[in-house]
């Protein structure tokens, strides 16, 4: 493979061939003609471009991305560099290298992606063919969600029987389930998109869901991390967690299909809602190789989407046959919103901690 991995404490470089101040919009010329194209001639052409390019840098927070990246590779005559690390870490590498005016990403795939575009420093992508098929997507974020980090309430099976489980979150608030959950003290975004749906969807005030919330805390151990939460139910340390990824159990399962933990019901269903926030690729508004920057974001939404599905477990964009989020409709996956990520999270923090009573 033919990928450049650059660590964030082990390089203090920048990836690729990037030029520096080569001023702002200098691939519009580019991702305009292919934004502007459909169909077969616009794959012929887009890869024909990308190939002379034969480049494409890619930052990313996001892990299983190397075979995505080699399955690329192996399809095109483009190689592909990498840069990856920590989300904030990949943030402020953005924000430093545009600032100095060295512009040398073109694609960053990661939660990240909306706070760069809410900044002004991404590219519009038209593909509706592969776009309509995300749920929740905004085509004015300009990022594509190749992701998505599902919030669920998953259960140890040894534990808790699942006929006694309540249809939606609220049911949890019954004084049968204290002392039996837990939560994680640091899914601010998840509240967020809990006091959404409540709000929008069940007619409930603010002060209604903050209430909720504040007798679940009251209730549940605080545990730190979608990993340990897991791990912690498969142990049998809590019965219920009620914010955990779905492919934080959807692993552990891939491990060992008879481990004591589930987020669906038999018969398929689920505890509602399933809070989403999108984690999703952008082009750079200056990408120093637009076309292959753009051929890697259809990839991503293609092929990359199964390989992982099938190699990551990780949640997809589009729900795929087979894949983790089979079977769930799309009305029934309720979306964070990115501008409360962006630009409310000092707020939603502090309410998160104040509702859970930390300081």
């Known amino acids: 493979m033919a990928s450049l991995v650059l660590t964030s404490c082990g390089d203090s470089g920048t990836a690729g061939s990037g030029a520096a101040d080569s001023g702002p919009g200098t691939a519009a010329e580019t991702l305009d003609k292919f934004n502007a194209m459909t169909g077969q001639e616009r794959t012929d052409a887009l890869v024909k471009a990308a190939e002379a390019e034969g480049t494409v840098v890619f930052y990313t927070a996001a892990s299983g991305m190397d075979p995505v990246i080699a399955a690329f590779e192996d399809k095109y005559d483009i190689s592909v560099e990498m840069y990856s690390g920590q ?13 100095a005016g060295f512009y040398g990403a073109d694609v960053l795939d990661d939660s990240e992606s909306f706070s760069i575009s809410d900044q002004g420093m991404t590219y519009e992508y038209i593909n509706p063919e592969l776009t309509d098929r995300i749920p929740g997507y905004d085509p004015e974020t300009n990022v594509a969600a190749t992701r998505l980090s ?12 699942e006929d006694e489980l309540p249809d939606t979150l609220d049911g ?5 389930w204290k002392g039996k959950l837990s939560i994680d003290p640091r899914d601010w975004i998840w509240y967020t998109g809990v006091m959404d749906y409540y709000t929008t969807e069940k007619g409930w005030t ?6 909720m919330i504040s007798t679940l805390a009251s209730y549940s151990t605080f545990n730190a991390g979608h990993t340990v939460q897991a791990q912690l139910l498969l142990a049998g340390e809590f019965p219920v967690s009620l914010s955990v990824y779905t492919q934080s159990i959807d692993r552990l399962l891939e491990k060992d299909p008879n481990a004591p933990v589930a987020w669906r019901k038999s018969d398929g269903s689920f505890i509602e809602p399933l809070i989403f926030q999108s984690q999703g690729a952008t082009i750079l508004k200056n990408a120093p190789h637009p076309a292959a920057a753009m051929l890697f974001v259809d990839f991503l939404l293609t092929e990359g989407q199964e390989i992982l599905a099938n190699d990551d477990r990780t949640p997809t964009a589009v729900p795929l046959p087979g894949g983790p989020l089979d079977g769930i409709p799309e ?13 409310g999270r000092e707020e939603w923090t502090k309410r998160f901690d104040a509702v859970l009573g930390q300081k």
Do not use: M
């Not at 998953?154 to 808790?160: A, E, K, R």
């Not at 949890?172 to 049968?176: G, H, I, R, S, V």
């Not at 603010?206 to 209430?211: I, K, L, W």
């Open 150 to 161: 599902v919030y669920t309430q998953g259960w140890n099976t040894n534990l808790v029987n």
């Open 172 to 176: 949890f608030t019954d004084p049968k």
């Open 206 to 211: 603010e002060e209604q869901v903050d209430d």
């Open 87 to 99: 989300s904030d870490t990949v943030l402020q590498r953005i924000l430093q290298e545009y600032g």
């Open 331 to 343: 009305d029934k996956l309720f979306s964070t919103d990115p501008e409360k990520f962006t630009t």
